[in-house]
């Protein structure tokens, strides 16, 4: 049976008891309504300590006012069972009165990697998970924490949050999961009808392009992006948030790919928002990260 631990003190408790007898422990952030993903970042964090926990809060300060809050799908029962064959330790699910309900008025804000990407149509998201994830790590104080490279914006937020505050924590990026037709793994894939599958595919779809057309020595980020947005837009129902090719760790525009590029997407399908991305690497440049 699987712990679930709603309370903070509760688990804090617990963790400080497992690492004063010299347990690893690990921390998966979730915001639920797991999937493939989750689960690859589950048995990755399993090889890497003695106590795993999942935390699932969907967290409401990282949505805008009209964002998906409401709507996010939640099935505690459904994750449980899920996570059931991969040895958890701990599921921590505290409800937002015991995460934020005590006169909270503190949060951590990034000064120049929310200026990019999601950060210019979602300004306070990156706040949200900033703040949410440093609480989590508070709560848990894990050694070594993993994060999907689908959001790579915010393993980026939390890697320089990590440095700038001196967690004392090992931040792990775990490659994408795809669906067999590409589309990446998202709580959000859940919104999409079967018409929209095709739409949501065609992100994909249009990084791939990108990566063979810098492969076969194309440099002009201009032609990449134009190419994969006349690609997205062939469908009625894909609205273009932004489509980016950048320098992958500070996230600033790239002009020519003459090294490793970050190329990154989000699109809306109908209400869905999609975010996506992928290293584009010219044949001189080998990625000088492939574990980020
Ligand atoms: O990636 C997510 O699911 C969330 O942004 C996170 C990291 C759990 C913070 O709420």
Do not use: W
């Amino acid at each position: 049976m699987i712990k679930i631990v709603t309370d903070i003190r509760g688990m804090q408790e617990q963790c400080d008891t497992l690492r004063k007898k010299g347990k690893t422990l690990v921390l998966i952030p979730t915001m639920g309504y797991l999937h493939d993903g989750h689960l690859s970042l589950i048995r990755e964090g399993r090889k890497r300590g003695d106590f795993l926990v999942v935390s699932i809060f969907v967290n409401p300060t990282q949505f805008g006012p009209r964002e998906d809050f409401k709507a996010y799908p939640r099935d505690l029962k459904r994750d449980v069972e899920l996570i059931k064959p991969e040895k958890v330790d701990a599921v921590f699910y505290p409800d937002a009165q015991e995460i934020y309900g005590h006169g909270f008025q503190t949060s951590v804000r990034l000064s120049k990697l929310p200026k990019y990407l999601c950060g210019r149509s979602r300004p306070i998201h990156f706040t949200g998970v900033a703040t949410i994830v440093a609480k989590l790590f508070n709560i848990v104080r894990p050694h070594v924490a993993l994060f999907g490279q689908k959001d790579f914006q915010q393993l980026l937020v939390i890697r320089q949050m990590v440095k700038d505050l001196n967690f004392d924590i090992e931040i792990v990026g775990v490659p994408t999961v795809r669906e067999p037709e590409g589309l990446a793994m998202s709580s959000r894939n859940a919104y999409l009808t079967a018409e929209q599958r095709p739409a949501a595919q065609s992100l994909f779809q249009s990084l791939e392009e990108a990566k063979k057309q810098v492969l076969s020595g194309e440099t002009d980020a201009a032609k990449i992006i134009q190419s994969a947005s006349e690609r997205i837009r062939a469908y009625m129902e894909a609205v273009i948030d932004y489509i980016i090719v950048c320098d992958p760790e500070t996230l600033e525009p790239m002009e020519h790919i003459t090294k490793p590029a970050l190329m990154a997407l989000a699109v809306k399908i109908g209400n869905t928002r999609l975010i996506d991305n992928m290293m584009l690497l010219p044949e001189s440049g080998a990625d000088p990260n492939p574990g980020r």
